[in-house]
């Protein structure tokens, strides 16, 4: 240090922090430095918590829900709304059920159970794009069982389904489109 003449009214001591005249305030510039690092990391805390339930829905969440709840997160973001982020932190947690999917397997049962579908199923689609076109008004191929033996062509025999051989001019289930059973005779 330079031969620094005190002021009379000075203490002798004084504080680490006061710089001689010329010199510059190392004091000064820590601060600058610490204010500047601390605004950059508050903000990137700030910002990773407005981010918080769009990384937990990332995971577990469906397509639709993980849309929901960015958007959530995004206006809660922009507004300063908390309301927004909490909504979104709140449906980030519980997921939504897929209601969609078990529909569609019913469906597939259902038809394949009535028929329509044969042996294929969703899964077995050929990779071409191309899928078979399902006649949802034609009777299945099978033959359905015979009736009682013995009844002499009740009226009970007359609602079971048939398969016709017809060129399909006759809606289902039609009398046009039956064809007539023989009836057994009792001896």
């Avoid at 330079?2 to 203490?11: D, I, S």
């Avoid at 639709?64 to 909490?86: K, M, R």
């Avoid at 069982?145 to 389904?161: E, F, R, V």
């Avoid at 001019?169 to 064809?179: I, L, N, V």
Wanted: hydrophobic letters at 45%; one cysteine or more; charged letters at 10%.
């Amino acid at each position: 240090m330079t031969n620094v003449v005190m002021h009379p009214a000075a203490p002798e001591h004084l504080p680490v922090f006061i710089t001689a005249p010329g010199q510059s305030d190392v004091f000064m510039i820590g601060c600058v430095i610490f204010l500047v690092l601390a605004v950059v990391g508050l903000g990137s805390l700030y910002f990773k918590l407005h981010a918080l339930p769009e990384h937990l829905a990332h995971g577990n969440a469906s397509k639709l829900q993980f849309e929901v709840v960015s958007v959530l997160a995004l206006l809660g973001l922009f507004t300063h709304n908390n309301t927004f982020w909490i909504a979104a932190l709140l449906l980030a947690f519980v997921p939504i059920p897929d209601l969609h999917a078990p529909l569609v397997t019913m469906a597939e049962s259902l038809a394949k159970m009535a028929g329509r579908l044969g042996s294929s199923s969703r899964t077995d689609a050929p990779a071409s794009g191309a899928q078979e076109e399902i006649a949802w008004g034609t009777p299945p191929a099978e033959t359905p069982p015979p009736g009682p033996i013995g009844t002499g062509g009740s009226h009970l025999n007359d609602a079971t389904p048939q398969a016709t051989v017809n060129s399909g001019h006759a809606p289902s289930g039609s009398a046009a489109g039956k064809q007539p059973r023989p009836e057994h005779k009792e001896s």
